[in-house]
């Protein structure tokens, strides 16, 4: 399997527009995590699935922020419109949940430089 | 709020010494706590899994302890290389919400030659 394989890995923009971040999940994975890694808040939970459903997105920082998981195996999450303080890594995970496991596995990261 | 520290500031050991690293939590009630490990510019990487109801799991060189009564993990690397520096990030799951898993800020671990 490929792991969960993240683009663009690079995104650099201007304040004001769209920015769109795609996951493919690892095949038979039935959960999705999105991160937001910066240096100043470390790796904070923006929102996740089960099951194709969100169940928790309390961590998305505004209206602004919106993730979507269209099929069991994809997902994205869109900032529109952008703001130089939502640069930062953007990491998703998969994992298969149980009650008591979740290893997840993480992409390589989108790192995003809105200026 | 709940909230999960790690030591703040950058450890710094000699090669062939046991680094310990500290991850304490409060405020909630994990069903299980996760180590993993980050490298510059790459994802996390999963390393170990404890369960509440255990006190102790060993994997090659690591260990890792955890105690629900004083809401710490303790994370150790004996015989530590040079290879083992990297940032080591504490996680914790499984409470009301069951999948939802959050992390601490992390500890950046350099072992020196």
């Known amino acids: 399997d490929a792991g969960v394989i993240q683009s663009p890995r690079h995104e650099v923009t201007e304040m004001g527009q769209e920015v769109t971040l795609r996951c493919k999940l690892i095949?038979?994975?039935?959960?999705l995590f999105w991160y937001r890694q910066t240096m100043m808040r470390g790796l904070e939970l923006l929102i996740y699935?089960?099951?194709?459903?969100?169940?928790?997105d309390s961590g998305m920082p505004e209206d602004r922020f919106s993730a979507k998981m269209p099929n069991a195996s994809f997902s994205t999450l869109k900032i529109q419109p952008s703001e130089p303080r939502d640069s930062a890594v953007y990491f998703c995970a998969s994992s298969l949940a149980t009650r008591n496991t979740g290893e997840l596995f993480f992409g390589e990261g989108s790192r995003l430089t809105v200026l | 709020s709940q909230k999960i520290e790690q030591n703040s500031e950058a450890l710094n050991i000699q090669e062939g010494k046991t680094a310990t690293l500290t991850c304490n939590y409060t405020?909630?009630?994990?069903?299980?706590l996760q180590w993993y490990r980050q490298d510059p510019g790459r994802g996390p990487v999963f390393l170990l899994l404890?369960?509440?109801?255990?006190k102790e799991k060993r994997k090659e060189r690591l260990k890792v302890t955890f105690d629900t009564t004083l809401k710490q993990s303790l994370f150790h690397i004996t015989a530590s290389q040079p290879a083992d520096s990297a940032t080591y990030l504490c996680a914790l799951g499984g409470d009301s919400s069951a999948s939802k898993i959050i992390f601490g800020s992390g500890t950046r671990l350099s072992i020196r030659p």
């Open positions: 404890i369960r509440e109801n255990e």
């Open positions: 699935f089960n099951n194709n459903v969100p169940i928790d």
């Open positions: 405020n909630y009630s994990p069903a299980y």
């Open positions: 095949s038979g994975h039935n959960s």
